[in-house]
């Protein structure tokens, strides 16, 4: 696969709150940094798009466990937990997409209650790259809406890592995104 300037980059959720020592960590959720930045390298080189989703929750949202939700407070608007992991090189130009900014609506894809689908089109973008934290949320949710809105998706299967809330959600997960019609692949596998 080469990347080109009708590719772009998705980097989802690579926050310290889903990193080890946050709030709702992934295991070995920071293991995806370096690898999603030689994904970012190889795009900037490419002329390719960046964007970079983030949860950016109020302090009372609706999938917090006090408000009866399954997750712990986690990524609240301008806290450190809602940071980007300080590894992750995040250029200056990049876009950022803020999700579940609303008290009442939960959102895991990047697509949900945003502009990501326009945003795209508009810049001509035709094939994504998707990858962070974690596959069996956030992520697969991104890929299989991105397949929706008739894209060519491929699952950074080396830059994303799943929470697992129960034995083998990430394994289940990619599968569920192959079969709808992602394509693996990893850093290795790119031309750029």
């Known amino acids: 696969m080469e990347i080109d300037r009708q590719t772009a980059l998705i980097v989802v959720d690579v926050q310290n709150d889903f990193c080890p020592g946050g709030s709702l960590a992934v295991p070995r959720g920071d293991d995806v940094v370096p690898v ?10 490419a002329g390719a798009s960046v964007y970079f989703t983030r949860d950016w929750h109020p ?3 609706c ?18 937990g809602a940071q980007f992991h300080p590894q992750l090189n995040v250029p200056a130009d990049a876009a950022i997409v803020s999700k579940a ?3 009442a609506v939960d959102a895991y894809s990047g697509f949900q209650g945003t502009d990501l689908a326009r945003r795209l089109r ?8 998707i990858g962070g934290l974690a596959t069996d949320y956030c992520v697969k949710q991104t890929v299989l809406d991105g397949l929706k809105e008739a894209f060519a998706v491929y699952l950074l ?3 994303s890592r799943a929470v ?10 990619v599968h569920e995104m192959t079969s709808a019609g992602a394509r693996p692949i990893t850093l290795d596998q790119l031309r750029a």
């Open 164 to 173: 697992n809330v129960h034995p083998d959600d990430g394994r289940r997960a």
């Open 36 to 45: 999603l930045n030689r994904y970012i390298e190889r795009a900037q080189r």
């Open 59 to 61: 302090a009372d949202h």
């Open 101 to 103: 900014t609303q008290p």
């Open 63 to 80: 999938s917090f466990a006090p408000r009866g939700g399954p997750w712990p407070v986690h990524c609240v608007q301008d806290t450190a």
């Open 122 to 129: 508009q810049q001509g973008v035709e094939t994504l790259l």
């Open 157 to 159: 299967t080396d830059g």
